[in-house]
């Protein structure tokens, strides 16, 4: 069995998974920067939390629940919206991945239960000569978000 989630991150959000998130807040902003000299490992990624607001999407997952979904449940998006200078595309090999674990996650424990959530990657960082960290970046940067709930 895969693990999405490891029992250290699980406990440090759990809680916060299954509240109700108030909506006046949002945005909400997760930022973590890794840097492990040592090991060669960098990783810098800014993600944004907000009300999915693109019609186009919305009427998508609205049009997917009606023909394939016989039960409500509510989709969650993701948006990569990072300046390619910044942070290249190819380095959402490491970050899509574990966005898509935490929203598979954030689907079963979420009590908002009419609102469709957007995980969107605002910002990050890159070094070339190092291994990418980006994946470690991604969890803590989700669990800043929920610590905001």
Partial sequence: MIEIISGNFY????DKLSTEIDISKL???????????????????KIKLEI?????TLNSIESFNVALNP?????????????EKKLPKGFEQYVKP????FIEIFTIFNKN???IFRF?????????????????????ALIEIFNQI
């Fill in 11 to 14: 406990k440090k959000i759990s």
């Fill in 27 to 45: 945005p909400l902003y997760g930022e973590k920067e890794i840097f492990k000299p040592n090991s060669g490992r960098y990783g810098k990624i």
């Fill in 52 to 56: 999915e607001n693109d019609l186009e």
């Fill in 71 to 83: 039960i409500n449940t509510n989709y969650h998006t993701y948006k990569w919206d990072v300046d």
């Fill in 98 to 101: 574990e966005i898509i674990k």
């Fill in 113 to 115: 239960n009419n609102d």
């Fill in 120 to 140: 969107s990657v605002i910002d990050g960082g890159y070094r070339d000569t190092e291994r990418p960290a980006h994946m470690l970046a991604v969890k803590y």
